[in-house]
């Protein structure tokens, strides 16, 4: 699990603790999402590089790093990864944004897609893949294969929760993709849900079941 990078800060495993319980509103568990979304990105663009700028300061002219290059492009998959798009574009205003849409078949597990939209020059920049939950990593595999698919060749991964077989097999199929999670819990169960986990996501940060 070399390519795992578990975000133990104290802020994010709190608001962790706060989303696993069951009573949390709707409401809560949204706004949660959001805050926890700008503390991981905070995390997984750490290593950004930087140039050094003329800046003209109110006292005399100087120079300042920026960060180099084209701008982000943070990719959620639909419709949980949403949740984490505000708190990350806080941050990072100025990125674009790609959406992939994928659903899971309740019988096979497997990720269907119904949904993509990126920008045209995407293969050119780093693309940040969301999604809160890696469980079986097949939305994740799926996503990331798509985006290869066009040209894509820098690209993370960040969720909220991870169980240790999604990081092995996303490991496996992409072992050039990092990932950043608040936690890597036991394992999944029969039903291929993360344990001891928070639930769907999705249906948590919406209000369905």
């Not at 941050?91 to 949904?115: C, F, K, M, Q």
């Not at 996303?170 to 999670?181: F, M, R, S």
Request: hydrophobic share 45%; net charge neutral; glycine share 8%.
């Amino acid at each position: 699990m070399s390519s795992a990078h578990v975000v133990d800060h104290p802020l994010v495993q709190h608001k962790l603790t706060l989303m696993r319980d069951k009573r949390r509103s709707t409401k809560g568990f949204r706004q949660l999402l959001n805050e926890i979304g700008m503390l991981l990105c905070y995390e997984v663009t750490r290593d950004l590089p930087l140039e050094m700028v003329d800046v003209e300061t109110p006292l005399e002219t100087t120079k300042a790093p920026m960060i180099a290059g084209k701008k982000l492009v943070f990719a959620p998959i639909l419709r949980a990864g949403v949740g984490f798009l505000d708190g990350m574009l806080e941050l990072v205003p100025s990125a674009r944004v790609a959406h992939i849409g994928l659903y899971r078949n309740p019988e096979t597990l497997e990720a269907v897609e119904y949904y993509f939209k990126a920008p045209a020059d995407v293969a050119e920049r780093l693309v940040i893949v969301m999604d809160p939950m890696l469980a079986t990593a097949n939305s994740a595999i799926a996503a990331i294969d798509r985006l290869k698919g066009r040209g894509v060749r820098d690209i993370r991964f960040v969720c909220l929760l991870a169980a240790p077989e999604g990081v092995e097999r996303l490991n496996k199929a992409h072992p050039d993709v990092g990932i950043w999670t608040a936690s890597i819990d036991e394992r999944l169960n029969d039903h291929g849900y993360i344990v001891p986990g928070l639930g769907d996501a999705g249906d948590r940060m919406f209000g369905t079941k």
